[in-house]
């Protein structure tokens, strides 16, 4: 149950990026139409591939950039973080999902309200832990 209260809360952060920033568009899943269900459909399809995208490649990232995050004090991660919104595009058009990042600068601001948002939105849920 907490993996698909996450993947909404992803979702949600996604959806936030997609309304905010200029440059990071979502339509509805083909076959669906563009409706608000369609996008509802492939933001939830969207937060799960970014989901696997973060578990799997970010603590590679950070293990091998240990001695950046150190050197930048952190804010290489923003830069990560923006590379990992811009992998989840590529793989979300691979798999047919019509989500995408224009480039670099939408990725980086994108990244960053995913981010305030999911961490919002996680502070209103609470931990169950």
Not at 39 to 45: D, E, F, I, P, S
Not at 61 to 76: E, H, M, Q, R
Not at 103 to 110: K, R, T, V
Request: hydrophobic share 60%.
């Amino acid at each position: 149950m907490r993996i698909l209260l996450k993947v909404g809360i992803t979702a949600v952060a996604l959806w936030a990026a997609t309304a905010l920033i200029h440059g990071i568009t979502v339509q509805g899943v083909t076959g669906v139409g563009d409706t608000t269900g369609g996008r509802a459909l492939t933001l939830l399809g969207v937060a799960v591939v970014f989901g696997i995208v973060n578990a799997i490649i970010k603590p590679i990232v950070k293990t091998l950039g240990c001695a950046f995050y150190v050197l930048t004090l952190g804010l290489i991660g923003l830069v990560v973080n923006a590379l990992l919104l811009l992998l989840t595009s590529e793989a979300a058009a691979r798999l047919e999902l019509p989500f995408h990042v224009d480039g670099f600068w939408p990725a980086f601001w994108g990244a960053i309200v995913v981010g305030v948002v999911g961490w919002v939105l996680n502070l209103l849920v609470g931990d169950d832990d």
